[in-house]
């Protein structure tokens, strides 16, 4: 009994906290259900996707969303994929950063946008929601939006009042096509902020 007791003082204290500026939570937004696969708003879910598979890690349903924990130069980050539906992402975003002990510098958001034409990905520190009902709540829930965003281009090919049809439509095979270039970008502009910080991931991938 002495001796097992010992073991486990020797491995509580010897386990190594992990610094907090080296944790990362990055979080795609989208809507889980099936119908919802290929859209463009769900672009975010297609980075993290991307992202997983390029590091061979599997995303695991846990709650308030599906989780996946990659490393990268020395980084621990967490990808969440919320299950909230978009409308609900900032609860999910909230639950995770508290319960890994996140700061807020160290959050990204990974996001569709109709204000960029396809094929262009924008890095920001912080800004206005937008109108986009995900980052609206996610400002909601935290209460600011002083938080890392990064918008991916889907473009506004939609006449006037069809915005949320185009948003909730399927790619066009010449957008899964551009989708090849994109997406890939998109997981190289993640990993940068982790591990390099925003400022110098804006200089190097805003086009």
Known sequence: MLICNFIKRFFKQSKVEIDPKMKFLVVGLGNMHPDY???RHNVGFEVLDLLASE???VFKNDNLGDLALI?????????LKPSTYMNLSGKAVRYWMQK????????LIVVDDINLDLGKIRMRKNGAHGGHNGLKDVERMLGTNQYARLR???G???????????????????EISELKTILPKSTDATL???SIGISHTMNRFNN
Not at 71 to 79: D, N
Not at 156 to 174: A, C, I, P, Y
């Open 37 to 39: 696969d290929g859209t």
């Open 55 to 57: 590091k061979d890690a």
């Open 71 to 79: 490393k990268h130069r020395g980084r621990q980050i967490h990808l």
């Open 100 to 107: 890994f002990k996140i700061n807020l510098d160290n959050v």
């Open 152 to 154: 991916i281009g889907i």
């Open 156 to 174: 506004s090919d939609f006449s006037k009042g069809r915005q949320v049809d185009f948003v909730l439509g399927k790619w066009s095979d010449e």
């Open 192 to 194: 940068s902020f982790c």
